[in-house]
């Protein structure tokens, strides 16, 4: 009788392993995924940062663009 019990009680144990054994691989896929988004924005922003560091002044034009654009665009 003990055994049967011992029997069932390894089954329930090995299924539930599967069962994180799967959710491992999807946690894991999900912190690949925002690990690489975190790298990639990373990447850009020093890229927009030294931009604006060593040409500020496009910075400035773009702005004053937008104006005469908003400008036009009102009359």
């Known amino acids: 009788m ?3 019990l011992f029997i069932r009680q390894l089954d329930a144990m090995e299924s539930k392993t599967l069962i994180d ?3 491992s691989k999807a946690i894991l ?3 690949a995924v925002l690990v ?3 790298g990639v924005s990373l990447i850009f922003k020093d890229n927009i ?3 604006l560091r060593h040409h ?3 910075l400035t034009v773009s ?3 937008m104006q ?3 400008i036009a665009t009102a009359e």
């Open 2 to 4: 003990s055994k049967n």
């Open 21 to 23: 054994a799967s959710q």
């Open 29 to 31: 896929k999900i912190t």
């Open 36 to 38: 690489f988004a975190f």
């Open 49 to 51: 940062l030294s931009v």
């Open 56 to 58: 500020p002044q496009e």
């Open 63 to 65: 702005h004053k663009n």
């Open 68 to 70: 005469a654009v908003k």
